[in-house]
């Protein structure tokens, strides 16, 4: 079955050390993104990718950094720069194209300890 | 930037009862998409429906429908014989042009037994 896969599903994260967020879909999707969920905030945007090498920030894309080296995966890197980064993280991907609704992955859980 | 709005952050229907959510937009744009989203307590993103703005008949989805008001700038989702696996996190969520989805806060409901 198609589908997007995102590991792991929890994961701590010491003060100082970074952490990447794994994100691979086979669903043949053009573009992915990067979502950030606290209590009362919604989804706000990190990152997102239309194409393979191509990739642009989102509304809160400081203490992140992404690659997109192929069509299937997208990881997130969680630096130290990232003040708080205990957070929901939720990966999407699409047809690029506004009609195209989201197909999202089930999330990583990021804890600092 | 287009902003989304849902000004109720936690709702409660009784089951088998309607119940509706309301979210806003702002938007320069004429052509763009709308949706909503459902979050259960597994914390999967669900698509419920879409409707394409230069669509004026309302879109539905067996119990899901949406009350589109293009003019008020209004999506407001209906969830008629209420159930108790309806209990989530609902994001209303707008999508023009070229630009990523950009989602409201959200709003939880309860469903009352």
């Known amino acids: 079955d198609g589908g997007i896969t995102q590991s792991p599903k929890y994961l701590f994260r010491k003060e100082g050390q970074n952490v990447t967020l794994s994100c691979e879909q086979n669903l043949n999707h053009d573009a992915m993104y990067w979502y950030r969920q606290d209590p009362g905030q919604g989804l706000r945007l990190i990152y997102y990718?239309?194409?393979?090498?191509?990739?642009q920030k989102g509304d809160i894309a400081e203490g992140y950094s992404v690659s997109r080296e192929k069509k299937e995966s997208f990881p997130l890197t969680v630096t130290s720069a990232q003040k708080n980064p205990t957070a929901f993280y939720l990966c999407?991907?699409?047809?690029?194209?506004?009609?195209?609704?989201?197909?999202f992955g089930s999330g990583t859980r990021l804890t600092v300890v | 930037a287009q902003t989304v709005t849902q000004s109720q952050p936690e709702m409660s229907v009784q089951e088998a009862e309607t119940v509706t959510l309301s979210c806003t937009y702002d938007?320069?744009?004429?052509?763009?998409?709308l949706f909503w989203y459902k979050q259960p307590p597994s914390r999967q993103m669900i698509l419920v429906i879409r409707?394409?703005?230069?669509?004026?008949q309302n879109a539905t989805e067996n119990r899901f429908s949406v009350n589109f008001q293009k003019a008020a700038k209004s999506f407001s989702l209906k969830i008629s014989d209420s159930q108790l696996g309806d209990a989530a996190m609902y994001f209303c969520a707008y999508n023009s042009g070229n630009t990523p989805l950009v989602f409201g806060k959200g709003t939880r409901l309860s469903v009352i037994a």
């Open positions: 409707q394409e703005a230069y669509k004026q």
């Open positions: 990718s239309q194409i393979v090498n191509d990739f």
């Open positions: 938007t320069s744009e004429s052509d763009y998409y």
């Open positions: 999407a991907s699409s047809m690029w194209g506004r009609m195209y609704g989201y197909t």
